[in-house]
């Protein structure tokens, strides 16, 4: 065919949207452009035309067909293709016309633009067939100079854009048509608000999580303001149902801002949709869109926003929705929120001599583990009949949370004492018949001064607390007491604080560990103390929960490793025996610290003490929690060659399997058994007898702990346990005690 008309008028193209060729740092996404020509001369001429150009910022990739069926099968495996430019008369004279015809009508391909050329005048097409294939422009390739070639493709570039955002508009339409009347076709509430956050997350094409909440009615019972409660609610927010907005956090103050100034607010990675209600019915849907939304996503979701807005205004739903709001779906008893509500509207009345209660299932997770989560949901139905039955009118009942009850009442009917006779016969649970216990915690709403519903809740669980970590029965009320310990709490909290950040009145007392038969010392355990800002050492006991609560175990017990590590080291320089070990104890919150290992790793190389030297204590309790956490770590400590000790042991649920699994050194027999070895009627010799001989099936090493007299050393020495610690030999000491103590002793 003719030869390349492209290679004149290499001037001012600027115009044109194209530039020269820019930084090649930038990835813009090419324009794809299809040239289809037997003529190999015009592949290159076009390519070598509009080599390193660019139009809007994108360059442009070649894809090359030499036939027509090479065309069509390059435009059935690429969905991207802008532009085609085509030349008409190929291995035959209609073969062009040809494939034009397959791409618009049997393939459907709209949007892709199409550009005709050829090389022989007379060839063109009548208009009519260029409207009807929609095709973009017809030129001879004289015609087409490379400014006039990129003037075409240019346009042809920016309608095909314009032609697919029509159609993505089209096709989002389509969606939120078909999502709204998914929508509204669902009558349940809870239905609603699910399939309404579920369409929201389709459209914006985002899976984050997130929530509806809306407004509830006003009800004659539930007074007062009409704040947002969640009503719809996905993965991490999924516990959030039925709570108010305050509940939600961070997300949750979004959202709130989005009600309060009555627009859409964007937070980072996170829009807050302010859907408007007529009757005050007012809503809003937050979704994590993790990157900012594109502002077609945008709108489509404030139009779909308008669809959840006109299914809000159903009032029988908004009603609904306030029933959900107030009550939980299992028991359909009031939830938190009924409850709290309930508890305003009984202080509004002002009647006297009323109570609050929190009643608590002992060991529901672990039945609710054991017996599968149907059991335990139906367990809770029976228990929520039985409290039915211990109601006088106007009494409440509701469930709180997971396995917690709340009543309110008149202080005579809800004596505890009352409440806890109707766990005195078994729950039946299909053919299991199950004891069931239950602690409770009380508040006096006479004796509570000027609190609200939220305040007492609060209150009550502070009782209710008291009452399970207590063994002073199963109940305890409310005091003003526990309200100043909550306070001292947090003093003591801010004190450790200071403590461990800045290191100060922090010390590590050792309490040596011995060989029963020799005497000898294999070992000391570290035990951490700490001087309180009034110079007075605080038991352990009081301030190690206080630091797992808070986190600052880690740091704590970061230093506490560093430091034992470095005395061992200290000691031997000073004769102690090289072969000893160091007990310390972790807890499993250090478990969790992604840095726990490095930080064992770097004391060990710091001061060059073998990993066999250390040894950890983590109480059977822990080890029983989470077991993939716990035996993934103690896995990781046995390759580094630490050895591991399980602390109190005896005094949890440990399975022999599970006990197997764990890769261990030692148990610890809990010092409780060891008290109770001499007493004669103490279970303790028979449970240390177990530990022993379990240790010995299990090829470990047992330590008593706690050992005060002779006899029971004696004891224990007959039962077969090898080693011992206790008061016997010493009292945890300080580092230079114990030197001398060892020294004295040899
Ligand atoms: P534990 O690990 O069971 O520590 C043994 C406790 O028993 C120590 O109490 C020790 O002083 C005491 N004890 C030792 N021999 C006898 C005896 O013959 N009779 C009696 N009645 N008691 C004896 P301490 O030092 O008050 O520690 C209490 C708990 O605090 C420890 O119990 C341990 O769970 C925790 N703890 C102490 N230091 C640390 C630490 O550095 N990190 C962590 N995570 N916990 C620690
Ligand atoms: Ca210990
Ligand atoms: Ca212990």
């Given at each position: 065919?003719?030869?390349s008309?492209l290679?004149?008028?290499?001037?001012i193209?600027?115009?044109?949207?194209?530039?020269?060729?820019?930084?090649?740092?930038?990835?813009?996404?090419?324009?794809?452009?299809?040239?289809?020509?037997?003529?190999?001369?015009?592949?290159?001429a076009?390519?070598f035309?509009?080599q390193?150009?660019?139009?809007?910022?994108?360059?442009?990739?070649?894809?090359?067909a030499?036939?027509?069926?090479?065309?069509?099968?390059?435009?059935?495996?690429?969905?991207?293709i802008?532009?085609?430019?085509?030349?008409?008369v190929?291995?035959?004279?209609?073969?062009?016309?040809?494939?034009?015809r397959?791409?618009?009508?049997?393939?459907?391909?709209?949007?892709?633009?199409?550009i005709?050329?050829?090389?022989?005048?007379?060839?063109?097409?009548?208009?009519?067939v260029?409207?009807?294939y929609?095709?973009?422009d017809y030129?001879?390739?004289?015609?087409?100079?490379r400014?006039?070639?990129?003037?075409?493709?240019?346009?042809?570039?920016?309608?095909y854009?314009?032609?697919?955002?029509?159609?993505?508009?089209?096709?989002s339409?389509?969606?939120?048509?078909?999502?709204?009347?998914?929508?509204?076709s669902?009558r349940?509430?809870?239905?609603?608000?699910?399939?309404?956050?579920?369409?929201?997350?389709?459209?914006a094409?985002?899976?984050?999580?997130?929530?509806?909440?809306?407004?509830?009615?006003?009800?004659?019972?539930?007074?007062?303001?009409?704040?947002?409660?969640?009503?719809?609610?996905?993965?991490?927010?999924?516990?959030?149902?039925?709570?108010?907005?305050?509940?939600?956090?961070?997300?949750?103050?979004?959202?709130?801002q989005?009600?309060?100034?009555?627009?859409?607010?964007?937070?980072?990675?996170?829009?807050?949709?302010?859907?408007a209600?007529?009757n005050?019915?007012?809503?809003?849907?937050?979704l994590?869109?993790?990157?900012?939304?594109?502002?077609?996503?945008?709108?489509?979701i404030?139009?779909?926003?308008?669809?959840?807005?006109?299914?809000?205004?159903?009032?029988g739903?908004?009603a609904?929705?306030?029933?959900?709001?107030?009550?939980?779906?299992?028991t359909?008893?009031?939830?938190?929120?009924?409850?709290?509500?309930?508890?305003?509207?009984?202080?509004r009345?002002?009647?006297?001599?009323?109570?609050?209660?929190?009643?608590?299932?002992?060991?529901?997770?672990?039945?609710?583990?054991?017996?599968?989560h149907?059991?335990?949901?139906?367990l809770?139905?029976?228990?929520?009949?039985?409290?039915?039955?211990?109601?006088?009118p106007?009494?409440?009942?509701?469930?709180?949370?997971?396995?917690?009850?709340?009543?309110?009442?008149?202080?005579?009917?809800?004596d505890?004492?009352?409440?806890?006779?109707?766990?005195?016969?078994?729950?039946?649970?299909?053919e299991?018949?199950?004891?069931?216990k239950?602690?409770?915690?009380?508040?006096?709403?006479?004796?509570?001064?000027?609190?609200?519903?939220i305040?007492?809740?609060k209150?009550t669980?502070i009782?209710l607390?008291?009452?399970?970590?207590?063994?002073?029965?199963?109940?305890?009320?409310?005091?003003?007491?526990m309200?100043?310990?909550?306070?001292?709490r947090?003093?003591?909290?801010?004190?450790?604080?200071?403590?461990?950040?800045?290191?100060?009145?922090?010390?590590l007392?050792?309490q040596?560990?011995?060989?029963?038969?020799?005497?000898?010392?294999?070992?000391?355990?570290a035990l951490?103390?700490?001087r309180?800002?009034?110079?007075?050492?605080?038991?352990p006991?009081?301030?190690?929960?206080?630091?797992?609560?808070?986190?600052?175990?880690?740091?704590?017990?970061?230093?506490?490793?560093k430091?034992?590590?470095?005395?061992?080291?200290?000691?031997?320089?000073?004769?102690l025996?090289?072969?000893?070990?160091?007990?310390?104890n972790?807890?499993?919150?250090?478990?969790?610290?992604p840095?726990?290992?490095?930080?064992?790793?770097?004391?060990l190389?710091e001061?060059?003490?073998?990993?066999?030297?250390?040894?950890?204590?983590i109480?059977?309790?822990?080890?029983?929690?989470?077991?993939?956490?716990?035996?993934?770590?103690?896995?990781?400590?046995?390759?580094?060659g630490?050895?591991?000790?399980?602390?109190?042991?005896?005094?949890?649920?440990?399975?022999l399997?599970?006990?197997?699994?764990?890769?261990?050194?030692?148990?610890?027999?809990?010092?409780?058994?060891?008290?109770?070895?001499?007493?004669?009627?103490?279970?303790?010799?028979?449970?240390?007898?177990?530990v022993?001989?379990?240790?010995?099936?299990?090829g470990?090493?047992?330590?008593?702990?706690?050992v005060?007299?002779?006899?029971?050393?004696?004891?224990?020495?007959?039962?077969?346990?090898?080693?011992?610690?206790?008061?016997?030999?010493?009292r945890?000491?300080?580092?230079?005690?114990?030197?001398?103590?060892?020294?004295?002793?040899?």
């Open positions: 065919m003719s030869a008309p290679s004149d008028e290499l001037n193209i600027d115009d044109l949207g194209c530039e020269p060729p820019a930084a090649p740092a930038e990835q813009a996404r090419p324009w794809r452009i299809l040239v289809v020509d037997d003529d190999p001369e015009v592949h290159n076009t390519a035309a509009l390193d150009i660019r139009i809007d910022g994108r360059p442009l990739a070649f894809i090359h030499h036939s027509a069926e090479e065309a069509l099968a390059a435009i059935v495996a690429d969905e991207d802008a532009v085609a430019l085509l030349d008409v190929m291995e035959r004279e209609s073969a062009g016309l040809d494939l034009v397959k791409v618009r009508q049997d393939l459907g391909r709209s949007a892709m633009r199409i005709l050329r050829t090389g022989q005048p007379g060839y063109a097409p009548e208009m009519r260029i409207r009807e929609d095709i973009n030129k001879t390739k004289s015609e087409l100079t400014v006039r070639l990129l003037t075409t493709l240019t346009t042809a570039v920016r309608s854009e314009q032609l697919c955002t029509i159609m993505n508009a089209r096709r339409l389509a969606l939120i048509v078909d999502t709204a009347a998914d929508l509204l669902r349940d509430p809870g239905d609603f608000a699910a399939a309404a956050l579920a369409g929201a997350r389709k459209l094409g985002v899976d984050g999580d997130g929530f509806l909440c809306a407004q509830r009615q006003r009800f004659a019972h539930y007074p007062g303001d009409t704040p947002l409660f969640v009503v719809g609610a996905n993965g991490r927010f999924a516990d959030r149902l039925g709570q108010p907005l305050r509940e939600c956090g961070a997300p949750g103050e979004l959202a709130a989005a009600a309060a100034e009555r627009r859409s607010v964007d937070g980072s990675g996170e829009t807050a949709f302010f859907i209600g007529e005050g019915h007012d809503a809003v849907l937050y994590e869109t993790k990157a900012p939304l594109t502002a077609e996503a945008r709108q489509i404030e139009v779909f926003c308008v669809n959840i807005g006109v299914g809000l205004e159903n009032a739903l908004i609904d929705l306030s029933f959900s709001a107030y009550t939980d779906r299992l359909r008893l009031a939830n938190r929120s009924g409850f709290v509500a309930r508890i305003d509207d009984h202080l009345s002002g009647t006297s001599g009323w109570a609050v209660a929190l009643l608590d299932i002992d060991h529901f997770s672990e039945l609710n583990d054991a017996l599968g149907h059991k335990g949901d139906q809770l139905i029976s228990v929520a009949r039985r409290l039915c039955n211990a109601l006088t106007g009494m409440v009942l509701a469930r709180v949370s997971g396995d917690v009850f709340g009543l309110l009442g008149p202080d005579e009917t809800l505890p004492r009352l409440l806890l006779e109707h766990f005195k016969t078994p729950f039946l649970v299909d299991y018949s199950l004891p069931i239950a602690t409770l915690g009380l508040t006096r709403l006479d004796e509570a001064g000027d609190s609200d519903g305040d007492l809740l209150a669980n009782a607390n008291r009452a399970k970590s207590g063994d002073r029965g199963r109940w305890h009320y409310y005091t003003e007491d309200a100043r310990e909550t306070r001292g947090l003093d003591r909290l801010h004190d450790l604080r200071v403590a461990v950040t800045q290191q100060r009145g922090l010390e007392h050792y040596p560990q011995i060989e029963l038969i020799s005497g000898r010392l294999i070992g000391a355990e951490i103390r700490w309180g800002p009034d110079g007075e050492f605080i038991r006991d009081l301030f190690i929960s206080l630091a797992e609560y808070s986190g600052l175990i880690v740091e704590l017990g970061a230093w506490v490793f430091t034992a590590v470095a005395q061992l080291r200290d000691w031997e320089t000073k004769g025996p090289k072969g000893m070990h160091m007990a310390i972790v807890s499993l919150v250090q478990f969790r610290d840095l726990f290992i490095d930080r064992l790793r770097q004391a190389a001061t060059g003490i073998a990993p066999q030297r250390i040894e950890l204590e109480t059977e309790s822990v080890a029983m929690l989470e077991a993939d956490t716990v035996i993934g770590i103690l896995s990781e400590l046995k390759e580094i630490i050895q591991i000790a399980i602390d109190d042991f005896g005094t949890g649920f440990s399975s399997a599970y006990l197997h699994r764990l890769p261990i050194d030692r148990l610890k027999i809990d010092r409780a058994f060891v008290r109770d070895l001499d007493s004669r009627s103490g279970s303790g010799a028979s449970i240390a007898q177990t022993i001989g379990l240790g010995r099936s299990l470990l090493s047992v330590i008593a702990e706690g005060e007299t002779e006899a029971q050393a004696k004891l224990l020495m007959d039962l077969g346990c090898p080693l011992a610690q206790g008061f016997l030999y010493s945890p000491v300080a580092p230079d005690a114990f030197l001398a103590w060892v020294q004295a002793r040899s």
